[in-house]
T-cell receptor, first 115, second 119 residues
Framework: AQKVTQAQTEISVVEKEDVTLDCVYE???????LFWYKQPPSGELVFLIR??????QNEISGRYSWNFQKSTSSFNFTITASQVVDSAVYFC????????????FGSGTRLSIRP | GAVVSQHPSRVICKSGTSVKIECRSL??????MFWYRQFPKQSLMLMAT?????????EQGVEKDKFLINHASLTLSTLTVTSAHPEDSSFYIC???????????????FGPGTRLTVL
């Protein structure tokens, strides 16, 4: 069975602070994909990143960075120099390698950035 | 990226009525569409997977007679909430996956969601 755990329910930081959102996953598959999505108050999901299980390289995109560690089954997301616009719910998710597979979402972390 | 639309974006209905929500892939053909439900402050929970031209596959605990899914074309899937009750009030999100093309991953694109309120 597949499972995604986001232990941090809510995080609140002051603007310009760095913040890391944790994600731990469980799967018996050797090949899989991991995702991060952002859900602002409007409700529409915004795709942030997809990472396949073969690629453990860390990724950086502007103020966002992701740390994928297969050894600990973690795929953590860091926002550097946070901004108020980063306030949203962030979901980590997992799917099998098969194109037909469904995406399993974690419970989400509600991030609030205070001015 | 590819665009998925949902209509309506928001609907309020009386208890006992049926509500239809449309999900369209605007610039690609989707052989598979997914329907999710999200209650306030909760995660997205998959309700069903539908493949064009065949019956939908429902997740455990989802009543197929209550949540009717039709995927009649490669660009349209509909979710009908029959005899809606206040506990069906939720945010319904669809997603669409493009036709498979070789071994590469086929992205799943999400719609903007439909907020259903049943009075």
């Amino acid at each position: 069975a597949q499972k995604v755990t986001q232990a941090q329910t809510e995080i609140s930081v002051v603007e310009k602070e760095d913040v890391t959102l944790d994600c731990v996953y469980e799967t018996r598959d050797t090949t899989y994909y991991l995702f991060w999505y952002k859900q602002p108050p409007s409700g529409e999901l915004v795709f942030l990143i997809r990472r396949n299980s073969f690629d453990e390289q860390n990724e950086i995109s502007g103020r966002y960075s992701w740390n994928f560690q297969k050894s600990t089954s973690s795929f953590n997301f860091t926002i550097t120099a946070s901004q108020v616009v980063d306030s949203a719910v962030y979901f980590c998710a997992l799917t099998k390698y098969s194109s037909a597979s469904k995406i399993i979402f974690g419970s989400g972390t509600r991030l609030s950035i205070r001015p | 990226g590819a665009v998925v639309s949902q209509h309506p974006s928001r609907v309020i209905c009386k208890s006992g009525t049926s509500v239809k929500i449309e999900c369209r892939s605007l610039d690609f053909q989707a052989t598979t569409m997914f329907w999710y439900r999200q209650f306030p402050k909760q995660s997205l929970m998959l309700m069903a997977t539908s493949n064009e031209g065949s019956k939908a596959t429902y997740e455990q605990g989802v009543e197929k007679d209550k949540f009717l899914i039709n995927h009649a074309s490669l660009t349209l899937s509909t979710l009908t909430v029959t005899s809606a009750h206040p506990e069906d009030s939720s945010f319904y999100i669809c997603s669409a996956r493009a036709q498979t093309s070789g071994g590469s991953y086929n992205e799943q694109f999400f719609g903007p969601g439909t907020r259903l309120t049943v009075l």
